[in-house]
C-alpha cells in the first residue's frame, strides 16, 4: 500500500549511489518510494517485514543529504550490530550509549559536531536527556540534521505488541525541530496501530509504505508440547542445521534449556534480563561472531538480534500475541534463505500468559492484552494454513490458501460443508444484536447462546429468549470455536480490534445467510501438528563443488571477521557467498558484479576472496559462471516452483473443464484453483487467458499493473481498478504480466 506517491524518476542516479554504498544491483519493493519521499522533506511511514529492507529507507538518504541524520532505536544491541556493518562498507555512522566511557562520549560528539557523522544512534532516553539537545542544536546550526528516523516505531502505540511510554514523548521532535523530516520504521504494525504511530509522532500528511508481510522463505509449525518437551526440543535441534534461537516464558527456564543443551553438545547460552549487562553482551557477541549455536532467551526481553542468518527459531513456551509472534519469529531467515519457526502448544503455558497480563496495573491494557492472547492460540489450534492467518491479522486478505510452506498446507486436514452451522452462527450473532439495541457480543456469548446456556450473562441480556437459544447443542464448544476462527479467517465475521473482541456481521456474512455462499471448515486431524517438517527451500541447489567452495568462502569470511572482531554477516551475507560459489568470479571487475560488494567492500576484500575462488577452481580444473539472477539483498527471482498439486490442476485443466468444475472435482475453493492456474501459467505452461479472463478486461487489468508497479499486491492492483474486477481475474492476468517480462 502506498498512500499518495508511486515510483518516479525524479531521481535516477539512486541505483549507482545503492551499488557504491551498499553493493546491491536494485531496489527491494517500495524501498525507492520512500527513499524519495525523504529526499523530499516528506515525512514517512514505513512498515516492512524484518529482512524486507527498512534501514536502507533511511540509510541511503542519509548518504545522499546534507547533516546527520539521527536515528532513535531502543535496542543498544540493534543500533550497535548496524553501525558495524555501515563502517565495514565505509560509511561515517556511530551510536551513543550507556555502553561508551565518558571519553568515548565526547569523542563522538566531537566529530558529530565536526561534521563527520552521516548517521548517529540513540536511545529515545538519551534524547531527553539534557546535554543531548543542546548537541543537536549545535549540530544543526553548523551543517544540519537531514532527518530523524524513528526505528521499532510500533513502541509508540499502546496497541501495539512491544509498547514502551518513552516512545510517546518522541513527538517532541515536531516541535523543537519544525522543518525536519521524520521518517517511522516498524516490522509489524496493525492499521490501527499505524493512524497511532502517526498521530502520537504528529507525522504531517505522510507518505506511506506498507510492504507485503509474506516471508515465503519460513516455513511455520505448531507442535503440541509432549510430556518430555525437551527432548522434544533436542531431537529437533539436532535435525536443524545453523544457528537458532529459542524463546521461553521465564528467566529460570531460559537457564535450564540452556544448561540442559549445553550438557547435551549444543553450544547455547541463555540471554535473559536477569543477566549482569556485560554477560548478555558477552552472549549476544558470541551468538552473532557464530561461536554458539545457539541463543535461550526470554520472550519478554526484547534481543534486537540484527543477525540475518539465523535459521530457526523455536518458541518453546506460547507467545503473548501474534504480533509478537511474527516478529520474534521473523528474526529467522533475513537474509531471504530458507528457515524453520517452530511453536510448541502446552496449554499449562496459558495460564502463564495470563498470569503476567494479570500483573500490568491498566485494566485497558489487560484486556487488549487477553484479546491479543486469544487471537494466538486462534493460530496455534487452527487447521488452516498458517500464513493467512498471520497475513489476515495484518489485514492482508488476499494470500493464497495453500503457502506450501507449512504444516497445514503439507499436511491438509479434511474439509467439510458447514454452512447450516455458518448460518445458525452468524443468525445468533445478528439476533444477540438486535434484541440487546444494537449491542455485539464476543465469541464465548454467542457459543453459550447456541449451546442453550444459562449463565446469569445470559438470562441478563434475556438471551435466553431469541430464537437461536439452544439450537447449537449438538456441537461442541470446540466445534463452535472452531467454525466461529475459520469464518472470522475467511472474512465472512469481523472482530472489533478494541480489546474486547466482539463479533459484527460484514457483507459476506448476509450472503452466507441468504444461502448464496457456502461454508467450509477445515476439520482437525488428532495430533496432526507434530513430525519432522523440512523448510521450504527457496535458495537455488549448489553442485557438490559449489557447496566445498561455499564452505571455503564461509571459513574464510569467518577468519576476517575474527580478526575485525565483527560478525561474519557484516563481512558479507550468506546471500553473497552463495553467489560467488555458483558464480566462482576470479577477477576484481567480475568479482564487483557479485550482490552486496559495493566499493568499499570491493576494496577491502576483493582480492582476498578471489585469490581464494581462483585457487580452487585451479585445483578442481574449474571455469566462472554466468552470475545466477538474483535481486538485491539475496531475493530469488523467477516465478514459485510448481508441485504435484499444481500438476493436478493442469491434467483436469487439459481435460477441458473450467476452474470451477475443477475445484468442485478435487474439493478445492475456486480461489486456490485459480492460483494454481496463474502459477503454471507464470511458468510457462499452456494455459488460455483469453478463456478465463475477457480481453477487454485484461487490457484494463495490465494497465492497473502497469500504474502500481508488477510487485504490487493484488489488494493494490484492485484497488486501482475498482470493486468490480475480483481477486482471480487480477491474479491471472499478472502472471501473464510477470511471464511475459520474464
Known amino acids: 500500500m502506498v498512500s499518495k506517491s508511486a515510483v518516479s524518476s525524479e531521481f535516477p542516479a539512486l541505483e549507482q549511489a545503492l551499488k557504491q554504498f551498499f553493493g546491491y544491483d536494485q531496489f527491494r519493493h517500495y524501498q525507492r518510494p520512500a527513499i524519495e519521499a525523504l529526499l523530499q522533506q516528506r515525512d514517512t511511514l514505513v512498515v516492512m517485514p524484518t529482512g524486507g529492507g527498512k534501514s536502507l529507507c533511511y540509510q541511503l ?439 474486547y473482541g466482539v463479533l459484527m456481521l460484514t457483507p459476506s456474512s448476509w450472503q452466507v445467510l441468504k444461502g448464496q455462499l457456502p461454508v467450509k471448515v477445515a476439520v482437525p486431524k488428532a495430533q496432526n501438528k507434530g513430525g519432522d517438517r523440512q523448510a521450504a527451500d527457496t535458495s537455488q541447489t549448489l553442485s557438490p563443488q559449489a557447496e566445498q567452495l561455499l564452505t571455503q568462502l564461509r571459513q574464510l569470511r569467518k577468519q576476517l571477521a575474527d580478526r575485525q572482531a565483527v560478525p561474519p554477516y557484516v563481512v558479507f551475507p550468506e546471500s553473497s557467498l552463495r553467489q560467488m560459489a555458483q558464480a566462482r568470479p576470479q577477477t576484481l571487475d567480475a568479482f564487483a558484479q557479485i550482490s552486496g560488494v559495493g566499493r568499499q567492500k570491493l576494496s577491502q576484500y576483493g582480492q582476498t576472496f578471489t585469490d581464494v575462488i581462483r585457487g580452487f577452481c585451479e585445483v578442481n580444473g574449474l571455469d566462472s559462471q554466468p552470475l545466477p539472477v538474483s535481486s538485491s539483498g539475496g531475493d530469488t527471482l523467477g516465478p514459485p516452483p510448481v508441485t504435484d498439486t499444481h500438476l493436478t490442476t493442469l491434467r483436469y485443466y487439459q481435460k477441458g473443464m473450467t476452474p470451477a468444475e475443477i475445484a468442485a472435482d478435487r474439493g478445492l475453493r475456486l480461489s486456490t484453483v485459480t492460483d494454481h492456474l496463474a502459477r503454471l501459467l507464470e511458468n510457462g505452461h499452456p494455459i488460455n487467458l483469453d478463456a478465463l479472463v475477457a480481453p477487454e478486461r485484461q487490457g484494463a487489468i495490465r494497465a492497473a499493473i502497469a500504474t502500481v508497479g508488477t510487485t504490487a499486491s493484488l489488494r493494490e492492483i484492485r484497488q486501482q481498478l475498482g470493486e468490480s474486477y475480483d481477486y482471480n481475474e487480477i491474479r491471472l492476468v499478472r502472471s501473464a504480466v510477470a511471464r511475459s517480462s520474464s
Open 61 to 499: 538518504p542519509a548518504l545522499l543529504k546534507l547533516g546527520v541524520t539521527v536515528v532513535v532505536s531502543p535496542l543498544i544491541a540493534l543500533m550497535q550490530d548496524q553501525v558495524e556493518t555501515l563502517q565495514d562498507n565505509g560509511i561515517a555512522a556511530t551510536f551513543l550509549n550507556s555502553s561508551l566511557s565518558l571519553n568515548e562520549v565526547r569523542s563522538r560528539e566531537a566529530a558529530l559536531l565536526a561534521g563527520e557523522t552521516k548517521l548517529v544512534y540513540v536511545a529515545p532516553e538519551r534524547l531527553f536527556g539534557g546535554n543531548f539537545l543542546p548537541l543537536l542544536r549545535q549540530a544543526e546550526q553548523r551543517h544540519g540534521i537531514a532527518a530523524f528516523a524513528i526505528d521499532e516505531a510500533h513502541c509508540v502505540s499502546e496497541w501495539g505488541h512491544d509498547f514502551r511510554p518513552e516512545y510517546r514523548q518522541l513527538g517532541f521532535l515536531r516541535q523543537q525541530f519544525a522543518q525536519v523530516p521524520l521518517m517511522a520504521l516498524t516490522a509489524t504494525a496493525t492499521d490501527r496501530v499505524r493512524r497511532d504511530i502517526m498521530e502520537q509522532l504528529q507525522l504531517r500528511e505522510p507518505e506511506v509504505f506498507v510492504a507485503s508481510f509474506n516471508r515465503p522463505n519460513l516455513f511455520y509449525d505448531v507442535r503440541p508440547k509432549q510430556r518430555q518437551p525437551y527432548s522434544q526440543l533436542l531431537a529437533q535441534v539436532k535435525q536443524l542445521d545453523g544457528s537458532g534461537i529459542i524463546y521461553c516464558l521465564s528467566r529460570r527456564r531460559v537457564d535450564e534449556v540452556a544448561f540442559r543443551l549445553q550438557q547435551d553438545g549444543i553450544p547455547a547460552l541463555p540471554y535473559h534480563a536477569g543477566l549482569s549487562d556485560e554477560e548478555r553482551r558477552t552472549h549476544q557477541t558470541r551468538f552473532i561472531r557464530d561461536d554458539v549455536r545457539v541463543m535461550v532467551a526470554t520472550v519478554a526481553f526484547g534481543m534486537g538480534i540484527d543477525k540475518p542468518d539465523v535459521r530457526f527459531v523455536i518458541h518453546y513456551d506460547l507467545s503473548r500475541s501474534l504480533e509478537s509472534y511474527y516478529q520474534e519469529s521473523g528474526r529467522a531467515g533475513r537474509d531471504g534463505e530458507a528457515a524453520v519457526c517452530s511453536l510448541y502448544l502446552g496449554y499449562g503455558d496459558i495460564a502463564t500468559v495470563d498470569y503476567l497480563i494479570g500483573q500490568k496495573p491498566d485494566p485497558q491494557e489487560q484486556r487488549i492484552a487477553r484479546q491479543q492472547l486469544r487471537q494466538m492460540l486462534d493460530y496455534a489450534e487452527s487447521p488452516v494454513c498458517r500464513r493467512r492467518v498471520q497475513l489476515s491479522y495484518f489485514g492482508e486478505w488476499d494470500a493464497p490458501e495453500n503457502c506450501q510452506a507449512c504444516d497445514n498446507c503439507l499436511n491438509p486436514p479434511p474439509m467439510e460443508e458447514w454452512t447450516v452451522e455458518a448460518q445458525k452462527f452468524l443468525s445468533c450473532i445478528a439476533r444477540c444484536e438486535q434484541h440487546s439495541g444494537g449491542r455485539n457480543f464476543g465469541m464465548t456469548h454467542i457459543i453459550d447462546v447456541l449451546r442453550g446456556s444459562t449463565k446469569q450473562q445470559i438470562k441478563k441480556w434475556r438471551h435466553d429468549q431469541i430464537s437461536t437459544h439452544g439450537i447449537g447443542k449438538d456441537r461442541s464448544v470446540e466445534d463452535w470455536r472452531a467454525l466461529g476462527r475459520s469464518l472470522l479467517h475467511q472474512r465472512l465475521v469481523a472482530e472489533s480490534d478494541d480489546g
